[in-house]
């Protein structure tokens, strides 16, 4: 009798490991040209200068893809999103944003310690109707073409050598074509939960509901902080730290409980992980990873210099 993991390899359609590092790469190139374009033409938009990166170097890519290679919709896990647990993605979303800007402030303060700067990150919306557009651009389309390459295409293609190997390197592919140093803790969180919550859930959707979720809470809990910002801070102090590393120990113990509820209910409903499948990539996948590698290096690096 056929072992049921193997058959699940071998029988359904996935994209090449060549495709997959192809894309990423084509993606850097994208931010490339997408820069430049905001460079030259600064009055271009925010809106305008999203549109043509993540639509030509994102999705129109994998769509083309998977009209030429039919059958991928099992692969990239295009499968309904269960009604219920829903709430629980959105809840871990928004989880998410508080662990990750501890992680990247307590990153951030080695960073500095070692003379490095932070980015600049996009300035706080200044109303209601700013709000929502950066909401569209900046939170909901980069999530949902985000996604779909990473955790659809890039996920289906190297999950053949196992899945949570596959959630482990489309975290870290994901995180360096941000090409941010200082939210690289922060990208490697989001990618390994939104990988999880794809493969436990088995939809895509899960993992763009997830990141379009975080995406908007980073962009209105800074809103939101402006509009209060006459109030005072309270004083940073031995009982401030205290109180701030319980919360951080409540909320981190709250993920951990949703993602092991997400994974009791992947095994009730049969949906197991590949296990890992150890074996020397080809020299052409391994060359078009190694290009996308240095891509995505070189990117941080000219950032880190400018």
């Known amino acids: 009798m056929q072992d049921p993991i193997y058959s699940k390899i071998t029988s359904t359609p996935r994209p090449t490991l060549f495709a997959a590092s192809g894309f990423v790469l084509l993606a850097v190139i994208g931010l490339w040209i997408s820069t430049l374009v905001e460079v030259l033409f600064p009055n271009s938009g925010i809106a305008l200068v999203n549109a043509l990166y993540y639509l030509p170097f994102m999705v129109l890519p994998v769509g083309l893809y998977m009209r030429r290679r039919p059958g991928l919709g099992a692969a990239m896990r295009l499968n309904a999103m269960p009604l219920l647990p829903t709430l629980s993605v959105a809840l871990l979303g928004l989880l998410t944003v508080y662990v990750a800007s501890l992680l990247s402030a307590a990153w951030g303060a080695g960073l500095d310690a070692l003379g490095l700067r932070s980015m600049d990150g996009f300035p706080p919306a200044q109303s209601e109707r700013e709000l929502l557009l950066s909401i569209l651009t900046l939170a909901a389309m980069p999530a949902i073409c985000e996604e779909l390459l990473f955790r659809g295409f890039v996920l289906a293609a190297w999950e053949s050598r196992g899945t949570r190997f596959a959630i482990g390197v489309t975290a870290l592919l994901f995180a360096l074509l941000h090409a941010n140093l200082y939210g690289l803790p922060a990208y490697l969180l989001v990618g390994a939960v939104a990988g999880f919550l794809a493969y436990a859930l088995d939809s895509l959707y899960a993992a763009m509901i997830y990141h379009t979720v975080y995406n908007t809470a980073c962009l209105v809990i800074p809103f939101l902080a402006g509009i209060n910002s006459g109030t005072d801070a309270p004083p940073i102090d031995a009982?401030?730290?205290?109180?701030?590393?319980?919360?951080?120990?409540?909320?981190?113990?709250?993920?951990?409980?949703?993602?092991?509820?997400?994974?009791?209910?992947?095994?009730?409903?049969?949906?197991?992980?590949?296990?890992?499948?150890?074996?020397?990539?080809?020299?052409r996948d391994r060359l078009m990873l190694m290009a996308a590698l240095l891509a995505m290096a070189a990117s941080t690096v000219i950032l880190l210099m400018l």
């Open 239 to 283: 009982a401030a730290v205290l109180s701030l590393a319980i919360q951080t120990a409540m909320i981190a113990a709250m993920m951990a409980m949703l993602l092991l509820t997400l994974r009791l209910r992947a095994r009730r409903e049969g949906i197991e992980p590949i296990p890992r499948i150890r074996r020397p990539l080809d020299p």
